[in-house]
């Protein structure tokens, strides 16, 4: 069992659809993020949760939402896609067994194209 | 705001060469987390190393090492006798700490390239 989580691994939209990525953990760790990866940019964080139903905003959350309805699942949604949204999505958490002391434990990431 | 600066882009090493990759960070608190990753070509993203702002003491761990410098905000990280298979983009990253919560929010340089060649 990897851990962490996340599908699709790739996707390939047209603007203006909707759009939801999901990522899934089965260590009960208590802390969720959402980041983006873009060349020259390194990665940025677009969402975070404390827990359940707890969520807060990143540094660039202009055009995504999220939701956190089990302590396992926490969704990312584009409303509408846009170009500029293709890039890299990993997901990662912390406070549990697989990042006990601070750092956090990514999944293998999204691929995201908005044609 | 916290910042972090990679100037090195890429770097290019010939196997067995020592090499640094440095790390400049930028913050207001007292209390902070650093920390490296590794990204090698198959993309996902690797845990190296976590030091907090209290502990300047350099660490060892087999062929890498860091060395932190609260005085001049630098958290660099050296490969000795590096390999092909270091060859991957290494993220230096800052949070503040909230501490042992395990909640981190991670800010990001932009990466650095290492290409190890034979």
């Known amino acids: 069992d990897a851990g962490i989580t996340q599908s699709p691994r790739h996707k390939v939209t047209e603007t203006g659809t909707p759009v939801t990525l999901r990522c899934h953990q089965t260590e009960n760790h208590r802390y969720m993020y959402w980041y983006r990866q873009d060349p020259g940019h390194g990665l940025r964080l677009i969402h975070y949760s404390y827990g359940v139903k707890d969520t807060d905003k990143g540094e660039v959350s202009d055009g995504y939402s999220v939701s956190r309805s089990k302590t396992e699942d926490f969704l990312l949604t584009l409303e509408s896609a846009t170009s500029s949204q293709t890039s890299v999505y990993f997901c990662?958490?912390?406070?549990?067994?697989?990042?006990?002391?601070?750092?956090?434990?990514f999944g293998p990431g999204t691929r995201l194209t908005v044609l | 705001a916290q910042k972090v600066t990679q100037a090195q882009t890429e770097i290019s090493v010939v196997e067995k060469e020592d090499v640094t990759l440095d790390c400049v960070y930028e913050t207001r608190d007292t209390t902070y987390y650093l920390f490296w990753y590794k990204q090698p070509p198959s993309g996902e993203l690797v845990f190296l190393i976590r030091r907090n702002s209290f502990d300047e003491q350099n660490e060892i761990s087999g062929r890498y090492s860091w060395n932190f410098q609260k005085s001049t905000s630098s958290f660099n990280f050296t490969i000795t006798a590096s390999q092909v298979v270091d060859s991957a983009v290494y993220f230096c990253a800052l949070s503040e700490a909230k501490v042992n919560t395990g909640f981190q929010k991670l800010v990001f340089g932009t990466g650095t390239r290492l290409l190890v060649s034979p």
């Open positions: 990662a958490i912390s406070g549990g067994r697989l990042a006990p002391g601070n750092e956090q434990f």
